[in-house]
């Protein structure tokens, strides 16, 4: 995660937009061009040309809507597997273009709380878009019904 923040603007010689591309091109010259750079929680459009990968998506979840109460000011961006289908859908252009897609892991294990039908729905958004495959399950442990 980059995160920039200053106390003071007026003492800053460089906008946060300038201190962002200054951060991206710092870890992106450190790396290397052989190291596959993920970018995940910064900003879409400060990444182009510096990032290999892009986390397209809010956070998924163990359940299709988030599980606690939502805030009003939160406009659904909560971990929910319905968040992560829809940001994945609306960002699928963006994969192959200017970095491989990051959807989020997919969830398969039976600690969620997600039906058969949701998570091959997740498993579908994912081959079809074209992004990145990120389990978080121990596939030894899991159902034969799952890995089908």
Known sequence: FLFCKTINMSMCMKTRAETMTLALHTVRAAAGSNTFLIGCGCPIGSAIGYVDGMRISADTGPSWHPSFPLPWWDNGTLPSLRAMIRNSITRSNLSHVWWHNDPDCILLGHSTNLTEMEVKSAASVVAMTGGMLLL????????????E
Do not use: F, G
Request: charged residues 40%; glycine residues 0%; hydrophobic residues 35%.
């Open 136 to 147: 978080s399950d121990d596939l030894m442990k899991l159902s034969q019904e799952r890995l």
